[in-house]
């Protein structure tokens, strides 16, 4: 089932997201749920809060990318209750954009590596070093659990330049090529 995407201005994407408890009602379904939603919205990473679930969980789907990138060949990852423990000192900046902040498109700099702790969709507990554009992604995804997004990387003037988008995002004035729950 396509989930709707919460767009900018929703409160579920300023809060810190909650832990999953393995007993969490339906959980595989919102996992099966989250990947078609997102294999839909053409993205390649999607938390839990940007379909209005305020939980420690976000997805990757990179195989979309396997065309011209053959090493992302059936990448699809489940992160529940991630926790990143380490970061590496070498970072780069590279161009995000947000299937939240659609039609928003800037350069973040980020660590080119990092170590997660995270269980997958089986509870099995993982923990493992990831670099380049799986790093990012991840990293991206993450802040979601914080309540934390993108544009919160940028510069004070960055942020000036994007307020009126961000305004008008909030009263619904966007257009989108999946289905969401916009601010009304």
Known sequence: MILPMYIFGQPVLRKVADDV?????????????MYETLRRSEGVGLAAPQVGVAKRLFIVDLDCLSEDHPEYKGYLKTFINPEIVEFSKETSSYEEGCLSLPGIHENVKRPTR????????????????????????????????DGKMFIDHLSAFRKQLLKSKLVAMTKGKFEVAYKCKPNR
Do not use: G, M, T
């Open 21 to 33: 408890e393995e007993d969490f009602p339906n959980l595989k379904e919102l996992i099966e749920n």
């Open 114 to 145: 990092v170590l997660v702790n995270y269980l997958d969709e089986n509870f099995e507990e993982h923990e493992e070093w990831f670099e380049e554009f799986p790093a990012r992604v991840i990293q991206h995804e993450y802040d979601h659990l």
